[in-house]
């Protein structure tokens, strides 16, 4: 991730945090009767305004997507409270840029906190509530009819109607920075249920590889995930549930903290299914926050090889009970247990059992020998892992 110390002259120079409610993309009808049924519930439990559940309706009647918003204001507040903690947001000159804001709860609560705001959203029945925020808060607020969620998501045949991030941040005049540099933007959003997995690889490959978002600077991720997710990220050995490709590829990239966790009910989702898991009244939703390191890269681990890396932990961890010089013996042309030694690696370690940090150290020291046959590192769709099931 090269992050953009990104200088948005729609608030007079300030930099940009980009605050995302990344929701689900998968394409499903809702059946009004539901998305009411939720909207009465939700507006029982939290005093939900009944003009924003009439506006969610209306604009999901017609909805092929099933989306989930942050609806609960006391919950919406705290999430603020943690997403500016620690900051003067008047000389810090911090922005937040919202994705799929939907009918404003969480935009006005980072707004109340003094924040500049750009609010990203894909339907358009949500655009005039959100320009009457822009009119109460002035300059604070910026609204742009977008869809975040389907950002770069093919970036090698980018549909008319898709968006990629050059053209977005082009328009916010957003401009990149140097790696090493302060983090420049914020993403704060929902992670889609049903496709979470698929977005967390996604953007994995975008980290490690400095494209799409990251291409602009070290670009911090604040993410709500299933609880399941959440234990991935921070599994370490010798958990054999949980600790896997993913876990070492985000703890090798990023320092890792949960701001907060939040009940489901504080959301208003719009779904034919009846919830479950995450999605249950006595759920949570688990909001993560991914700040790059600096010090990824390296001058053996870099965007050009990043790729290999994740191959090989991929194939590592495919079967993690597997001896590591088993594996490691089928890359190198010379007798992995001599590899281990060098890195003071018990020669007996399984691949399950390896710290993240002890998998950078193992590529790192692979590239710098030159020992690694690159032959025989196929380059797997980043999907074929998100077929997958948690």
Request: aromatic content about 10%.
């Amino acid at each position: 991730m090269t992050f953009v110390a990104s200088v948005s002259p729609l608030f007079g120079g300030r930099q940009l945090t980009l605050a995302a409610s990344t929701l689900r993309s998968s394409a499903r009808c809702l059946k009004g009767q539901s998305v009411r049924l939720g909207l009465h519930n939700l507006k029982k439990n939290y005093s939900l305004k009944g003009d924003i559940a009439e506006m969610v309706a209306n604009a999901e009647r017609d909805s092929t997507s099933d989306r989930r918003f942050l609806a609960c204001s006391l919950s919406a507040r705290k999430v603020a409270s943690q997403l500016t903690r620690g900051r003067n947001l008047e000389t810090s000159k911090t922005c937040l840029l919202e994705f799929e804001a939907g009918p404003g709860v969480l935009t006005r609560k980072l707004l109340d906190t003094g924040a500049h705001v750009i609010a990203l959203e894909s339907n358009k029945s949500f655009l005039p509530n959100l320009e009457s925020l822009k009119k109460e808060f002035e300059n604070q607020l910026e609204v742009v009819h977008s869809n975040f969620i389907k950002l770069d998501g093919n970036p090698y045949a980018l549909l008319k109607s898709e968006l990629c991030s050059e053209t977005l941040f082009n328009n916010l005049r957003i401009f990149e920075v140097p790696w090493t540099s302060d983090v420049p933007l914020k993403v704060v959003g929902i992670v889609p249920p049903k496709d979470e997995r698929i977005f967390i690889w996604r953007y994995i490959y975008f980290l490690y590889e400095c494209s799409s978002i990251y291409n602009y600077g070290r670009i911090e991720l604040n993410l709500f995930v299933s609880e399941r997710m959440y234990k991935v990220f921070v599994a370490k050995p010798p958990d054999k549930i949980f600790y896997q490709t993913l876990s070492v590829l985000w703890q090798t990239a990023c320092d890792i903290q949960l701001l907060h966790k939040v009940p489901s009910t504080s959301f208003l989702t719009t779904s034919r299914k009846k919830s479950s898991g995450p999605n249950s009244v006595n759920g949570l939703l688990y909001l993560v926050q991914l700040t790059p390191r600096k010090d990824l890269f390296t001058e053996f681990l870099t965007t050009a090889n990043s790729k290999t890396f994740i191959m090989m932990v991929k194939q590592c961890l495919g079967k993690a009970s597997t001896k590591l010089h088993n594996k490691l013996n089928l890359w190198t042309y010379e007798d992995a247990r001599n590899l281990l030694r060098e890195l003071e690696i018990p020669e007996d370690i399984t691949a399950g059992s390896l710290y993240p940090e002890a998998y950078k150290s193992l590529f790192e020291r692979m590239e710098q020998s030159n020992r690694i046959d690159r032959s025989l590192f196929c380059d797997v769709d980043l999907l074929a892992d998100d077929s997958v099931i948690l």
